[in-house]
Nanobody, 122 residues
Framework: VQLVESGGGSVQPGGSLRLSCKYS?????MGWFRRAPGKEREWLAA?????????DYADSVRGRFSISLDNAKTTLYLQMNSLKPEDTAMYYC???????????????????WGQGTQVTVS
């Protein structure tokens, strides 16, 4: 099992970035988290299979970020628009079993993690 993020970088406020997470294996649920310096890891978004695929977002990014999954490319994406300085953080993708409700937000419920990709907004 391997998760490899890419697509991070530096961008000005209001700009956009698209993060990618190339994965191997099959997972029912995949998500994006971030950790800013001095802060706890924060859940951002989740994609879970079932009913053609469903998504959920943290209030802090809803409407600005979009999570998607390309099965053919075995890649999870996070499209980030209208970026703000407070979005600066290390971003991680994670994968896990069937999760729902409040468990989607819990990092300890995900079994596999990527190494992270840095996003800087300034």
């Amino acid at each position: 099992v391997q998760l490899v993020e890419s697509g991070g970088g530096s961008v000005q406020p209001g700009g956009s970035l698209r993060l990618s997470c190339k994965y191997s294996g099959y997972f029912y649920c995949m998500g994006w988290f971030r950790r800013a310096p001095g802060k706890e890891r924060e859940w951002l978004a989740a994609y879970y299979r079932g009913a053609g695929g469903s998504t959920d977002y943290a209030d802090s990014v809803r409407g600005r970020f979009s999570i998607s999954l390309d099965n053919a490319k075995t890649t999870l994406y996070l499209q980030m628009n209208s970026l703000k300085p407070e979005d600066t953080a290390m971003y991680y993708c994670a994968a896990g079993p069937r999760l729902s409700g409040g468990n989607l937000l819990r990092a300890d419920k995900y079994n596999y993690w990527g190494q992270g990709t840095q996003v800087t907004v300034s």
